[in-house]
């Protein structure tokens, strides 16, 4: 298919992905600090730190409070990662392949921009949890709708493939945020408040009940992470996304599993093989925020390897007497 | 009679041709069973069916571009539910006219590019070939494939109040709006489930098939499966929805020029396995912003250097580059001559009387009667550099001449027409509104192929007589009978 339309439709489900998780972070972040006992400090720089614009919103907001914070992530039009400019970015892509996605996609994409272009313009008092969740709802539809009106091809692969690298960043980034949150003392590991700050995280991570499911005894942060890493069957955690996008890759190449053509296939398929066989001891012992920051350079660099092999495609250079213009 | 014209009692059709009624309260043998039908429904029923066919125009999304950046809006063509009807005997008469004229185009066309007899014969004189804006000199001595040039051709007809038929124009470049006359055929069948049961009218939906044979047509025979591509300019164009519309009903790939490169001496695609040979280009890129280092150099809409692959076969392009010299207003008055030359018959379907004012006595007479004519730039479109002589101010006139007179090889001049009407739905009742009517036609396999139907377009407005949609015009659908 036309690398230009492979392209829209990857990059179209990663800005739905990450609007949803960003709706996730700030919800993380918020159930945390609700539970926490009075008196504790707001703790909003943390989520700032995991994007890693800290410097651009330090720029533009200075302070690192509950307002400013938010706005910068849901509705700021000048921030690439805020909710506002991934749905913004999601349509234009959706528009552009309208003949190639279903119809009922492109319908549903343009309402979801609409809702958060419309709360974006509405009045503060606009109520933030419940917008939150509608987020989450209608991403939840547009993954529905493509799952089943768009023929399950070359481009709906590259579609998933995007959601799911997307998806392990991100569910990365919300485990990262429990690390930045400092308990107010080194002896309340263990207690209740800490256990009650592992619960509202994999509530965001929608994980909760499911974690139960899995594991009867307690809320442990080992078992909370080896969950959201390791698990291979509940769809938000990380190793379960870089399975599905290596199903995904193959489909596109065709490679066998387990072996490898082009770059995207190395390296995709060297992490999905190194989380296979690790432990979380070993995680957390190697540091949990060095592994999940390792995490994400890995992610970024597949991506960047499959723009380079799929999407950036330049004529033979012997034969390009008169070069495309991009 | 009683309750019988409940609805169109009080319709006049006034002193004009009405496409449906031939005199008040009397439809033509053609329109009776549709007003009929009308006139069984209540006035709430009609609103409503008209209200659901603008909702399913919308769903459908058969919109046009009219957009700032960050909002993205799209304009749905004003659709009115009440079809215009041609009967069999009467399309089969056009349908005769069209192939005749498209036949000589043609001729006409690949002779410009060629040996120019027409012009070596004394016919048509060379310096107005020349001096037409659509002439490409670069195209001169290029073979197009299978000799034609004219692959999809738009020519708008009108009927005056006599009932007799004329071409207004031919639209040889990027003729658009078929993709309305699909959509609105899908929108009336819902309409009126029930006439379409009894009526007869002929079917439109062949016109992708029809489309696609004649771009394969058109590639090398030697290549087994052949790649057809929609070439766009991309979502900003006006017409977008069409391109990526054909291009899905014939099941080919939509292209941007960016899509594209040259290499190995061949247009090929970007694909993510590689980059794959096109064979067959139906472009939708005007002929000037199709290739920078042959044409306008700051076009970033085209591909540099398919200029050179089409020349030497190994793409092939619908329609042709240089079909545009025959848009011109001034070649179009030469149309009864082409016929006459290349084909040796008179022409069937009449031109619109014109008067070109690059011939001094002619130039003195249309100055001389502007407020009795409709004078017309010889390039341009849309309904733009057009004066309407008779709804024009004295002001308006005298500035028009002027410009005539500056450039007297760039206008025309034709009698003002009393285009014919039809029934419309306005607001609460029925008023007849001005149509004309595009048919599509292509030149594929099997010879000239006239689709039968078409594009009616209508203006709006309760007398205006402009029916582009670029200035408020809407469509209908046109029912051909068998």
Redesign the interface.
Known sequence: ????V?DSIYWLNCYIERAENIARFVDVNQNLLLDSPSGMKQQWRPLVLTTGDLELFKERYGEATAENVIQFLTFDNQYPNSILSCL?LA?QNA??V??IIS?EM?EQVNEFYMMVRDAAMGDSSYYLPEFFNQVKQQAHLFVGVMDATMTHN?GWH?GRMGRMLERADKTSRILDVKYFILLPSVEDVGTTLDEIQWIALLKSASAYEMYRKRRQHRITPFGVVEFLILDREFPRSIQYCILQAERSLQH?TGTRPGTWKNPVDLELGRLRSELDYIMIDEIMNRGLHEFLDNLQTRINMIQEKTFET??A?E??PE???????? | MGLQFVLFDSYDPGDFYDELFASPGEPRPEGKLLIDRLNSLSPEEIRMRQQAAKTAMMKL?ATFNVYSD?E?TERILPFDMIPRIVSAQEWAYLERGLIQRIQALNLFISDIYSDQKIVKDGVIPEDLINSSKGFLKPCMGIEAPKNIWCHITGTDLVRDRDGQWYVLEDNLRCPSGVSYVLENRRVMKSTFPQIFATLGIQPVDEYPSHLLDTLLNLAPSHIDDPTVVVLTP??YNSAYFEH??L??QMGV????G????????YV?????K??QRVDVIYRRIDDTFIDP?AFNPES?LG???ITEVYRSGRVALANALGTGVADDKVIYSYVPQMIRYYLGEDQILANVPTYLCWEPQQLEYVVANLDKLVVKAANEAGGYGMLVGTQATEEERLEFAGRIKANPRNYIAQPTLSLSRVPTLLGDSFEGCHVDLRPYILYGPQGVYVHPGGLTRVAMKKGSLVVNSSQGGGSKDTWVLF
Do not use: K, Y
């Open positions: 298919m036309l690398s230009r492979a913004r349509r528009r552009s309208r003949e119809s492109w070359e590259f596109i799929f999407f495609l004529p033979m034969t390009a007497s008169q070069s495309q213009v991009s | 999304g960050s993205g991309g979502i990526s519309f291009a899905q790939e939509l292209v941007e960016r899509d594209l490169v040259i290499a190995d001496g090929q695609m970007r694909t993510t590689g980059l280092l970033l591909v540099p250097g």
